[in-house]
């Protein structure tokens, strides 16, 4: 047996450890369901546009009714993907330390460098899976709803945009269970991270607005969500012609597709190494729960 | 260190924090030998152990398995190794089956003869009817067996098991001391870590003692009796004791001493042999009328207690 080969059945081990979990269902189904109320409410919005409604929203309505597949693909993107992937890696080394279960698994002929590379491509391939499922049904929703859907052809792309995106908050939450060994405390330290970067980037936005100093936005792109939640955006916005309104972000330059695409790659590798460093240097400790 | 050597643990110094857990310990193990690990708790017998797997590392020392290091080449080191962990977790999800599919996946063994020994193995530690049945919902004694399950799933060389009749019940703890043996005697080498003494004394060929981290015996198990005997004791109940049948037994040249306590002697003895032959004959002459006459040769529980007290 070779080494992808024992890659492999980690991979495949990692898959039953997560599919047991019913609250990584519960998640997933949430993050359906918000996508079927955006198409309820945008559904409703174009049969009955309310009384009233400002003639440029009811104009952004109508040029945003082609892209939608769009809106619903990367509406769960930012907030509820990173909190599925935290959930998804926040445990995958911890609980088998806690668990005691890591002994049994190194205790095979597996090396630890196999054994952390089938638990985060495990991890990776449930993302890509996850990912497939809320892209798939979001071009379906907006296929049956909306017909018909422009620029389809890039729908691979933003799907790989999604993934790649999504490898800052699984590769930090891996990080944190691999060096913490706590599941619960890593669950925290992740999301705690997440939710700082939101508020620190709503807050650095929020001061730009009022003094438009660019500095502001300049150092939000800097926080760990920032090339996470926005590079599906960017790389949308880059391929597909939609006129800026309400409803979709406007087209980025390409720096920023750049930065968010390098953000991503320089968070996830320090993530990555960090946590090879702890499980190559450390014991494999017991039971700690 | 034999050539013949399975097992290899060279000066082995682990540390955690400022603690010295073990402190330069040796000891090797030979092929068909059943080997106890014994030691009070916290004596360093689950850290060898670990050490060994490569699961901790030495901060001095070397473990070969088999002649290859399993924290340099795990792969190598562990492919004929079985390993049961001391009151094993298993993951709660699989089936047993599962599990020793899984655990057989990662051996590399092929998928028919996965099965087959999945069946054999559910079948020889009595969880035939478990099998399909998820390990959570397993008690304490089936996760201890499937644990022993998982540990043979690669026909290994080698078992190093850590307190394996731990939570079971007495026809099981009988049929794995059983099973060890025959192992043994099919050329498998055992390594078992028990505070059973009892356990150690039937199963095992040879014995190492461990106490605050440092190797206080290792040697066969005969070895250790003799080594750590001083007299065997014959323990006498009598309707009466006389002072003409307490001294005659004194004169005797077998006996070294006979202490008196009610009805009952204790007579220590000169040689390392069973006596109570001639004792009683002394006893009869001297109109005695025995109720019991029993021999108390030393057993390992007197043997390893004396070579912790040596070893501190």
Redesign the interface.
Known sequence: MNALQRVAVIVGYEWRRALAKKWLFALVILAVAIQVLIFVVFNFLFTNPPPGMPPALLEGLEQTKPFMWIVEVLTPQGFFMSLIVIMIAGGSMSEEYEHGTSDILLSKPITKLEYMTGKYLGGLSLLSFVAALTTILGVILAIIFFSPQESLQFLPHVYLAIVYSNLVFLSLAFMFSEVLRRTTLSYFSAIGVFIASLVISGVLSAVNSFTGEQLYLDVSKWLPNWGASNFPSFVMGKLVDVPSNPFISPAQGDSDLLLAGVFVAVYTVIFIVVATIKLVRSDVTKKTA | MSSQSVITVSNLTKFYGDFKALDSVSLAVEKGWVYGYLGPNGAGKTTTI?TM?????PDQGEVQITGINPTKD??????S?G?A?EL????T??TGE?LLD??G????LATQARKERIKQLLDLVGLKEWGDKRIGNYSKGMVQRLSIA?ALINDPVVLIMDEPTIGMDPEATAHFRNLFTTLSKQGKTVFISSHLLDEVQRICTHVGMINKGRMVFDGRIAQVLETFTQQWVIEAELEEVTKTMVSSLKKLDCVEDVKVDGNKLRIELKEKKDLRGEISSEIFKRKGVLLSLNLHKITLEDAYLRALKGGQ
């Open positions: 670990r797997l490569g699961l901790l590392k795990p792969v190598q080191a562990l492919q190794l390993y962990p094993p977790t298993l993951q999800f699989f599962q899984f655990m996946k990662i051996f590399g998982l």
